[in-house]
T-cell receptor, first 115, second 114 residues
Framework: GNSVTQMEGPVTLSEEAFLTINCTYT??????LFWYVQYPGEGLQLLLK?????DKGSNKGFEATYRKETTSFHLEKGSVQVSDSAVYFC??????????????FGKGTKLSVKP | KAGVTQTPRYLIKTRGQQVTLSCSPI?????VSWYQQTPGQGLQFLFE???????NKGNFPGRFSGRQFSNSRSEMNVSTLELGDSALYLC?????????????FGPGTRLTVT
């Protein structure tokens, strides 16, 4: 079945450091891919998305490229800030019968950024 | 445009009771999905409704049920509560009619079962 694997956390970085959070997926067909972020005590916020191979999603300095050949969707940011401290979830959305409305999430990666 | 709203935000129930959670989607969104978030299992899909019909269902026991009204608002019900039902319940709405588009989440309802 469809699944998402993302790197275990927590990840601790200093402010202005480079961030990479790895995400790989297993899916039937061509899913849409997403990164969501969850701040303490809140629901999930959509960070970025990509709907087909080689698409690059970007938002607030974060980027991720849909790599079909490696089934990956790694999240990157060139210079993190303290305000980026949160839990990040990689997710995929199925396109075929039985998968509608069903996001499949990775376990989440907690990021802590120190001043 | 107002976001997804969920009520109540916090709830404490005892084992054996039942509970109903409510979700109002973003205006114009007809798809509503529900997820359970726990530290051990992470985020798990419960069910999805579109135009008042359950279109997809996750692997949860029959104690978990839901419905959607004509105005797209949705409720989920859990009967005969168990300690393991303690979780953050998240509702999400989507504009996509195919069910594959991005979903927008509410703040969640934190359910504690004692």
């Amino acid at each position: 079945g469809n699944s998402v694997t993302q790197m275990e956390g927590p990840v601790t970085l200093s402010e202005e450091a480079f961030l990479t959070i790895n995400c790989t997926y297993t899916a039937t067909g061509y899913p849409s891919l997403f990164w969501y972020v969850q701040y303490p005590g809140e629901g999930l916020q959509l960070l970025l998305k990509a709907t087909k191979a080689d698409d690059k999603g970007s938002n607030k300095g974060f980027e991720a490229t849909y790599r079909k050949e490696t089934t990956s969707f790694h999240l990157e940011k060139g210079s993190v800030q303290v305000s980026d401290s949160a839990v990040y979830f990689c997710a995929l959305s199925g396109r075929y019968g039985g998968s509608q409305g069903n996001l499949i999430f990775g376990k989440g990666t907690k990021l802590s950024v120190k001043p | 445009k107002a976001g997804v709203t969920q009520t109540p935000r916090y709830l404490i129930k005892t084992r054996g009771q039942q509970v109903t959670l409510s979700c109002s989607p973003i205006s114009g969104h007809r798809s509503v999905s529900w997820y359970q978030q726990t530290p051990g299992q992470g985020l798990q899909f419960l069910f999805e409704y579109f135009s008042e019909t359950q279109r997809n269902k996750g692997n949860f026991p029959g104690r978990f049920s839901g419905r959607q009204f004509s105005n797209s608002r949705s409720e989920m019900n859990v009967s005969t509560l168990e300690l393991g039902d303690s979780a953050l319940y998240l509702c999400a709405s989507s504009l996509s009619t195919s069910g594959e588009g991005e979903q927008y989440f509410g703040p969640g309802t934190r359910l504690t079962v004692t």
